[in-house]
């Protein structure tokens, strides 16, 4: 017998979370016989989980630079970035992963498989260029939370970023069937504090970071984080 894409009735609670998530069957959804949890390897059903732009934080920073809008796809959400670092931070590419829904011993799990590489924005026309360093979330975490320090270098007419740090959670499945942050998280932290401002925090309550929208040029201006639901 042909596997039915469609969800059976047998994990009736798997629908309000796909629905909450705005989730997607693959194309190996469990059988009539069975909800896939006594499944091993790739006999295993997969979830695909889609996320929804839910919100724009304020954009926080200086005035210089051009506006550039850096958004990983709507099935993807932040899990690192690539960034052009020294003492400061002058410039960011952002990695982007999908997530997935799929069975497991205690039920169900969601697991984090990064795919694309967005191009850089900032540091356009820095010579020496600074190395290019990658930051990534641990295995089966994604960005839930970013901050970031401006100072005013002595080579610039306007505030810069000076520093990014981004929180890195592990998404779980609650008591209540719903997706969201766990309590494990993770820090990753590019360039160096010196004399700056407070730090700018923005987090996404309801969901993980999909990408940031702001001004940028010979480095990085402004930002604003773009929230994406779960």
């Not at 006594?38 to 839910?54: E, F, H, N």
């Not at 926080?60 to 690539?82: N, T």
């Not at 592990?170 to 969201?180: F, H, M, N, S, V």
Request: proline letters at 8%; a negative charge; glycine letters at 14%.
């Amino acid at each position: 017998m042909s596997r039915d894409t469609r969800l059976p009735c047998i994990i009736p609670w798997l629908l309000p979370l796909l629905a909450a998530c705005g989730g997607e069957l693959g194309s190996h959804g469990p059988s009539e016989e069975t909800d896939g949890l006594g499944c091993s390897g790739t006999d295993c059903p997969v979830y695909p989980i889609r996320s929804g732009l839910s919100a724009e934080q304020p954009l926080a920073g200086g005035i210089g630079g051009e506006p550039f809008g850096s958004l990983c796809r709507e099935d993807q959400v932040l899990v690192g970035i690539r960034a052009l670092v020294a003492d400061d931070l002058w410039g960011l590419g952002l990695n982007c992963g999908r997530l997935e829904l799929s069975p497991s011993n205690a039920g169900y799990a969601v697991k984090v498989l990064p795919l694309d590489q967005l191009s850089p924005f900032g540091g356009n026309g820095i010579d020496p260029a600074p190395p290019l360093v990658e930051y990534a979330c641990p295995p089966q975490m994604v960005v839930t939370a970013a901050s970031w320090t401006l100072w005013q270098p002595f080579v610039a007419m306007q505030r810069v970023v000076k520093q990014m740090q981004l929180t890195c959670s592990e998404l779980t499945i609650g008591a209540d069937r719903q997706l969201r942050a766990g309590p494990t998280t993770a820090l990753l932290v590019a360039g160096m504090l010196g004399m700056s401002d407070s730090p700018v925090v923005q987090t996404c309550e309801q969901g993980a970071v999909g990408g940031f929208t702001g001004r940028s040029g010979g480095a990085i201006d402004a930002l604003s984080t773009s929230c994406v639901t779960l």
